[in-house]
């Protein structure tokens, strides 16, 4: 997982599957990032395939531990299996999903989309 921090905003890149390996990998990762109130968490889930259940549950994790930090937390680029889980779930009413990175950064940048949830 690539993990980059600019200013406010902290970019979460993982690869491949967020399966119960690659979902507990994931959380354990994002939350050695210590919170700070009114930062903002994106995941860039460009270059992951595939999202099982377990997946689903670190996200969440990650999701309650961001919020009750004053973190707001967002996906951006999911790919159609991943997205498909999230709507047979609902939990795509429960994430804020972009498009792409680009739509998070601009909106950041013209301070349409505020930083803290």
Known sequence: M?????????????????????????????????????????????????MDSSGLVSLVKVLTAARQSGCRLVLCDVKAPVRLVLELTQLDSVFEIFDTYEDVHSLVHDRRLALAS
């Not at 902290?10 to 959380?27: T, Y």
């Open 2 to 50: 690539t993990l980059k921090q600019k200013h406010q905003v902290v970019l979460f890149q993982p690869q491949g599957s967020i399966d119960l390996e690659g979902g507990v990998a994931l959380s354990n990762e994002m939350l050695k990032v210590v919170p700070q109130s009114h930062q903002l968490w994106v995941i860039d889930l460009a270059a992951v395939d595939f």
